[in-house]
């Protein structure tokens, strides 16, 4: 018998995450089946998904390789360790995300979500300068408006003010550069903005306060995803990475959103030519249909762990479920279904036209700025007086109910979709949030 979902009766046991749970529960957005570009809703309607998810569901949804994958995962080896054990899988896995990663990011260690991926980078990256006599290198450094996820290290890191405020005294030791949006100078630019590398340069201020030898590591995301799509300025990442040389300080790649080919390349470290030390990763994984997240590491990084009696633990970090069978499996044919469909150069393909579409939008009601870069792009409106963060939320709650799924923070709106959307649905998709914005304006 197939699974016949139905909508609830009850919805107070679900505590909804990152939602306005009293608005949600009077409105509840259910939807209750996916398969390729669309949602379907509890009341029987499409939804076009103009966020692949959250990010995550690169090559759309319900992939049949994939989900066959899973299937026979479940049935084969429901689950086994990975401490002190290990399935197959998982080597075969890592190996070919290794194939992706830039040289010399080629060992692996799994996670099962963004957030626990950041906090392994964290500490792998703590762990790798005591381990060569650099004990003293403990600060951290991030960025205003970073998101790393929601784990004490991530939110300690990150630079999104609600995240961190009530949750205590977080990490000592840790710093943020200023964010790269600058919508005075760069307010419409199409693809990477012109202004804004020697922002890059806070790097060196703030290291120069302290002493650069205690600095152990900083953490960006190439392109800022969560708080609003904040397109690196040219320039600003290669300037990153000269200053961690110049000090020995590690720089980590924030990759869980930019990674698998939203920007067209594999990551994003290849389309900005900057290669990190660390490099996160989760979501498009897997395509989204098993949790799963990684940290990719130097050779060397990983080399520097391996000394002492072999029979001893060299790192005591893992998660019950790093490397499960089941998203180990899904990784696989994801990765599979990535390379035979050629998804990444099919962003890359898309990326004009897709621009083009977007900032079409330019003249709707209440824009203040569009920005993008290769399937992925940003709308911001001009907060509601006095109600910062209304009108975007109006316009996602408008948007569900016209067949669109889009995803907002505060007054922005992103765009992401799967990387399989033609491009009569790219049309549709804007031309469903330009009705949108005439209706909420
Ligand atoms: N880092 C970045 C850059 C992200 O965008 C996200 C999720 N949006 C995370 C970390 C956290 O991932 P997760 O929600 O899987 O924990």
Same mark, same amino acid.
């Given at each position: 018998?197939?699974?016949?979902?139905?909508?609830?009766?009850?919805?107070?046991?679900?505590?909804?995450?990152?939602?306005?749970?009293?608005?949600?529960?009077?409105?509840?957005?259910?939807?209750?089946?996916?398969?390729?570009?669309?949602?379907?809703?509890?009341?029987?309607?499409?939804?076009?998904?103009?966020?692949?998810?959250?990010?995550?569901?690169?090559?759309?949804?319900?992939?049949?390789?994939?989900?066959?994958?899973?299937?026979?995962?479940?049935?084969?080896?429901?689950?086994?360790?990975?401490?002190?054990?290990?399935?197959?899988?998982? +080597?075969?896995?890592?190996?070919?995300?290794?194939?992706?990663?830039?040289?010399?990011?080629?060992?692996?260690?799994?996670?099962?979500?963004?957030?626990?991926?950041?906090?392994?980078?964290? @500490?792998?990256?703590?762990?790798?300068?005591?381990?060569?006599?650099?004990?003293?290198?403990?600060?951290?450094?991030?960025?205003?408006?970073?998101?790393?996820?929601?784990?004490?290290?991530?939110?300690?890191?990150?630079?999104?003010?609600?995240?961190?405020?009530?949750?205590?005294?977080?990490?000592?030791?840790?710093?943020?550069?200023?964010?790269?949006?600058?919508?005075?100078?760069?307010? +419409?630019?199409?693809?990477?903005?012109?202004?804004?590398?020697?922002?890059?340069?806070?790097?060196?201020?703030?290291?120069?306060?302290?002493?650069?030898?205690?600095?152990?590591?900083?953490?960006?995301?190439?392109?800022?995803?969560?708080?609003?799509?904040?397109?690196?300025?040219?320039?600003?990442?290669?300037?990153?990475?000269?200053?961690?040389?110049?000090?020995?300080?590690?720089?980590?790649?924030?990759?869980?959103?930019?990674?698998?080919?939203?920007?067209?390349?594999?990551?994003?470290?290849?389309?900005?030519?900057?290669?990190?030390?660390?490099?996160?990763?989760?979501?498009?994984?897997?395509?989204?249909?098993?949790?799963?997240?990684?940290?990719?590491?130097?050779?060397?990084?990983?080399?520097?762990?391996?000394?002492?009696?072999?029979?001893?633990?060299?790192?005591?970090?893992?998660?019950?479920?790093?490397?499960?069978?089941?998203?180990?499996?899904?990784?696989?044919?994801?990765?599979?279904?990535?390379?035979?469909?050629?998804?990444?150069?099919?962003?890359?393909?898309?990326?004009?036209?897709?621009?083009?579409?977007?900032?079409?939008?330019?003249?709707?009601?209440?824009?203040?700025?569009?920005?993008?870069?290769?399937?992925?792009?940003?709308?911001?409106? @001009?907060?509601?007086?006095?109600?910062?963060?209304?009108?975007?939320?109006?316009?996602?709650?408008?948007?569900?109910?016209?067949?669109?799924?889009?995803?907002?923070?505060?007054?922005?709106?992103?765009?992401?979709?799967?990387?399989?959307?033609?491009?009569?649905?790219?049309?549709?998709?804007?031309?469903?949030?330009?009705?949108?914005?005439?209706?909420?304006?």
């Amino acid at each position: 018998m197939t699974y016949q979902p139905s909508v609830p009766n009850d919805l107070d046991a679900f505590w909804l995450p990152f939602t306005p749970n009293r608005q949600f529960k009077k409105e509840p957005r259910l939807v209750v089946s996916a398969k390729d570009m669309h949602y379907t809703s509890a009341d029987g309607r499409r939804i076009l998904d103009g966020s692949a998810g959250l990010w995550c569901v690169n090559a759309g949804h319900a992939r049949e390789r994939i989900v066959d994958a899973i299937k026979r995962s479940a049935e084969t080896l429901d689950f086994a360790p990975s401490f002190m054990y290990a399935n197959p899988m998982a +080597f075969e896995l890592a190996t070919k995300i290794a194939e992706l990663t830039p040289d010399p990011l080629n060992r692996i260690f799994f996670t099962n979500s963004g957030s626990e991926a950041v906090d392994t980078a964290l @500490k792998i990256a703590l762990a790798y300068h005591r381990a060569r006599g650099e004990g003293q290198r403990t600060r951290l450094i991030g960025r205003e408006r970073g998101y790393h996820g929601v784990g004490f290290g991530g939110i300690s890191v990150g630079g999104i003010v609600k995240n961190r405020n009530v949750f205590g005294s977080l990490l000592t030791g840790v710093d943020h550069l200023p964010h790269t949006h600058l919508p005075a100078k760069n307010a +419409f630019t199409k693809g990477e903005p012109e202004h804004g590398a020697e922002l890059a340069d806070e790097l060196e201020r703030i290291v120069q306060l302290h002493d650069p030898s205690t600095v152990a590591a900083v953490i960006v995301e190439p392109m800022a995803g969560s708080t609003g799509v904040l397109v690196p300025p040219k320039g600003y990442l290669k300037r990153l990475r000269e200053i961690c040389d110049a000090h020995g300080i590690l720089l980590i790649f924030d990759e869980v959103i930019t990674g698998f080919g939203r920007l067209g390349t594999a990551f994003a470290a290849q389309r900005f030519g900057v290669t990190p030390d660390l490099m996160t990763m989760a979501k498009g994984l897997t395509n989204a249909a098993v949790p799963m997240g990684a940290v990719a590491a130097r050779d060397d990084i990983y080399e520097t762990f391996m000394t002492g009696p072999e029979h001893v633990i060299e790192l005591f970090h893992g998660y019950t479920y790093s490397a499960h069978p089941m998203a180990c499996a899904a990784g696989i044919a994801a990765l599979d279904l990535y390379k035979e469909e050629k998804l990444f150069d099919r962003v890359a393909g898309l990326e004009d036209y897709w621009q083009e579409a977007v900032h079409g939008l330019a003249d709707a009601p209440n824009v203040i700025d569009i920005r993008n870069i290769g399937l992925v792009g940003a709308i911001e409106l @001009k907060a509601k007086e006095g109600a910062p963060g209304k009108r975007g939320f109006d316009a996602m709650v408008r948007a569900f109910e016209k067949g669109a799924m889009i995803r907002v923070t505060a007054d922005i709106i992103a765009l992401s979709p799967p990387f399989i959307i033609s491009k009569d649905q790219i049309d549709e998709l804007m031309a469903t949030v330009r009705e949108v914005l005439e209706d909420v304006e």
